[in-house]
């Protein structure tokens, strides 16, 4: 018992609790888009998105603001649905940034995203964000805005070298 209580001791200060947060952010017109028709039925694309995009109800983490991020995306798309996966770079107000990846799937109307929803995972970070770790949920349920839940975690502090 007295091993398992010092092992549960140890592990207590190499793992810090997650921290659940949620966001709104707004993208306007892509920066770079490239639509390449597949050529096997008919409205079959593959589409690469660059959009820059600003976060209307901001998050915290670590207590840093998140101020814009920048969404890179491929889409495979096929008539009225698409499957999409890529990547975000969040800036924080002090400069610092996340990382994260996503996918889902995204519903269009006359080539444009009308709704998506899918899972991302954060995979990593700059500064106080490094080793940064967590998952969680995106929609956008009108085409309009980007509504984030999920829960982030940074490793814990390293203890000083004890002094000789």
Request: charged share 20%; glycine share 12%.
């Amino acid at each position: 018992m007295k091993t398992s209580l010092l092992l549960l001791i140890g592990l207590a200060g190499v793992v810090s609790a997650q921290t659940k947060f949620s966001g709104v952010g707004k993208c306007g017109k892509p920066d770079t888009q490239q639509a390449v028709e597949v050529g096997d039925r008919a409205s079959h694309s593959l589409v690469m998105v660059k959009q820059t995009c600003n976060w209307t109800t901001p998050f915290e983490i670590a207590g840093l603001q998140a101020k814009t991020y920048e969404v890179t995306l491929m889409s495979d798309a096929m008539a009225a649905k698409a499957q999409d996966r890529g990547y975000v770079v969040i800036a924080m107000d002090n400069g610092d940034k996340a990382f994260v990846r996503f996918q889902g799937s995204s519903v269009m109307k006359d080539g444009a995203p009308v709704s998506d929803e899918g899972t991302w995972s954060f995979t990593g970070g700059t500064g106080k964000l490094r080793g940064l770790s967590g998952k969680g949920t995106y929609k956008n349920p009108d085409g309009t805005e980007d509504h984030i839940d999920g829960e982030w975690m940074l490793p814990a502090p390293k203890a000083p070298a004890p002094k000789k």
